[in-house]
């Protein structure tokens, strides 16, 4: 068990570093920042081609294709941790 400062209403409630938890003094939930910032990064994760950094068309030659898809492999790397950072951060209190 640890503490945390709601942003609701600014007063330290006990939480047991769940995202779902919610303040003991004004009921809100205590990581809204943290919620939505993961549900940002997950709709970009699950999003479509269209939105990846390096979208392949058709029209590609194959050797840029291969470029993109390793890009693109990188890429998807690189927003899991972010995520997994974000989590951190959601998960421990300060
Ligand atoms: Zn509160």
Not at 1 to 21: H, V
Request: glycine fraction near 6%; aromatic fraction near 14%; proline fraction near 3%.
């Amino acid at each position: 068990m640890g503490e945390k400062r709601c942003p609701t209403c600014g007063k330290w409630s006990k939480w047991s570093q769940q995202l779902q938890d919610v303040c003991e003094h004004c009921g809100q939930e205590l990581s809204i920042k943290e919620q939505e910032n993961i549900k940002r990064m997950e709709s970009h994760l699950q999003g479509r081609e269209e939105n990846w950094m390096f979208y392949i068309k058709e029209t590609d030659p194959v050797w840029l294709v291969y470029l993109k898809k390793t890009g693109n492999f990188f890429y998807t790397i690189f927003m899991a941790i972010i995520s997994f950072i974000l989590w951190l951060v959601a998960a421990f209190p300060g």
